[in-house]
């Protein structure tokens, strides 16, 4: 499985913007997809995920509230629409899919990923 991440870009505070994770090479039957994120000089951390099937949502309280995650399973795509922007979630975005998907799982736990995407919000 191959993912390609799309999306991103400059907003200022305050703004939206939209990222998307489109998985390739075969139709995806794993159990989650989900987005992480590093910032320069930072770890990679957990921003959301979505079970491929039961559509469950989970969230880091960093974004809850302003963030959705959400899947297209005829297009094996899954989106994070991102609202109200703050400087602080300026980051290279990461989509990942996992085979198998449990709350708080780390990221060495996930099978794939993609290229990343840069979101830079500006004060």
């Known amino acids: 499985v191959q993912l390609q991440a799309s999306g991103g870009g400059l907003v200022q505070a305050g703004g939206s913007l939209s990222v998307s994770c489109a998985a390739s090479g075969r139709t995806f039957s794993g159990a989650a997809m989900g987005w992480f994120r590093q910032a320069p000089g930072k770890e990679r951390e957990f921003v959301a995920a979505?079970?491929?099937?039961?559509?469950?949502?989970y969230y880091a309280d960093s974004v809850k509230g302003r963030f959705t995650i959400s899947r297209d399973i005829t297009k094996n795509t899954v989106y994070l629409q991102m609202n109200s922007l703050k400087p602080e979630d300026t980051a290279v975005y990461y989509c990942a899919a996992g085979r198998i998907y449990y709350n708080n799982m780390p990221p060495s736990r996930y099978d794939y990923w993609g290229q990343g995407t840069e979101v830079t919000v500006s004060s």
């Open positions: 979505i079970r491929w099937r039961e559509q469950s949502t």
